[in-house]
């Protein structure tokens, strides 16, 4: 007599179990992230287009965004729409920015983290940029030093330019890490009202230096782009100490 199959173990059936709609669109949505395809601080397209593009239900689509906000991996920003968070998370955004507003000496070393990821970021994108990259570069550069610009909108112009570099490496790696690093210091600089402590000499300073890494990107010379972003970045350390230790006192 044949011996009775045994029934699959509930592991077994968990696994054989199709997915959820939701959770398809949830996973193919979390590799256009992985791939650099969405990257962090950008807005998804709407639920509609999601849905029409996806080819599934707005409702599948909708509950897919949440699981994501749920992670950590999307947030929902004012007026509407869906924004990129950085892959490191939104609580270790909010922790790492509360140790760095709360001392000085953690900012500094932020600041010094950032020096050493950035030139290794402005010399990749010297070997990897595409023309596409460059000329984007080119076009946020003159936003952000163009004079008629009002001066409130200075470190979003900056954090641009800087996360563009980020996105010429190629590396979705870099990116992730890079969004989380900058978002963190622009809260933190905010908090200590650093934007009160520069000036026109310190713009113009920012303005030569933001030049001078572009157009090494742009001449494919990494040594160059590494150089250039290293004396920035110095310089803007420097001005910072001094800055800080004369709000200090």
Same mark, same amino acid.
Do not use: W
């Given at each position: 007599?044949?011996?009775? $199959?045994?029934?699959?173990?509930?592991?077994?059936?968990?696994?054989?179990?199709?997915?959820?709609?939701? =959770?398809?669109?949830? =996973?193919?949505?979390?590799?256009?992230?992985?791939?650099?395809?969405?990257?962090?601080?950008?807005?998804?397209?709407?639920?509609?287009?999601?849905?029409?593009? !996806?080819?599934?239900?707005?409702?599948?689509?909708? %509950?897919?965004?949440?699981?994501?906000?749920?992670?950590? #991996?999307?947030?929902?920003?004012?007026?509407?729409?869906?924004?990129?968070?950085?892959?490191?998370?939104?609580?270790?955004d909010t922790a790492m920015t509360d140790l760095v507003r709360d001392s000085i000496s953690n900012l500094r070393?932020?600041?010094?983290?950032?020096?050493t990821l950035e030139t290794w970021a402005a010399r990749r994108a010297a070997i990897n940029a595409s023309d596409? =990259?460059? @000329?984007?570069?080119?076009?946020? #550069?003159?936003?952000? &030093?163009?004079?008629?610009?009002?001066? $409130?909108?200075? %470190? =979003?112009?900056? &954090?641009?330019?800087?996360?563009?570099?980020?996105?010429?490496?190629?590396?979705?790696? #870099? #990116?992730?890490?890079? $969004?989380?690093?900058?978002?963190?210091?622009?809260?933190?600089? !905010?908090?200590?009202?650093?934007?009160?402590?520069?000036?026109?000499?310190?713009?113009?300073?920012?303005?030569?230096?933001?030049h001078d890494i572009i157009e090494a990107i742009a001449a494919r010379d990494p040594d160059a782009a590494e150089? %250039?972003?290293?004396?920035?970045?110095?310089?803007?350390?420097?001005?910072? $100490?001094?800055?800080?230790? @004369?709000?200090?006192?």
């Open positions: 007599m044949p011996s009775a $199959k045994m029934p699959p173990a509930p592991d077994d059936q968990e696994t054989k179990r199709p997915k959820r709609i939701a =959770d398809q669109v949830a =996973d193919q949505l979390l590799e256009k992230i992985s791939d650099g395809i969405f990257l962090p601080g950008d807005r998804l397209p709407g639920e509609r287009q999601l849905a029409e593009t !996806m080819k599934v239900s707005r409702v599948s689509v909708r %509950a897919a965004l949440q699981k994501l906000k749920t992670r950590g #991996y999307l947030r929902a920003v004012q007026g509407g729409g869906t924004e990129i968070l950085s892959s490191t998370g939104i609580d270790m070393d932020l600041q010094e983290i950032r020096c596409e =990259d460059i @000329k984007l570069l080119r076009i946020a #550069y003159r936003q952000a &030093h163009d004079p008629r610009r009002a001066s $409130k909108y200075r %470190a =979003d112009d900056d &954090h641009r330019l800087h996360m563009m570099i980020g996105r010429a490496t190629g590396s979705i790696i #870099y #990116y992730h890490v890079m $969004k989380m690093l900058h978002d963190v210091l622009q809260a933190a600089l !905010m908090e200590i009202r650093f934007n009160n402590l520069t000036g026109p000499s310190f713009d113009r300073m920012v303005q030569e230096h933001h150089k %250039a972003m290293s004396n920035h970045l110095q310089a803007v350390l420097d001005f910072f $100490k001094t800055a800080s230790d @004369k709000q200090s006192t």
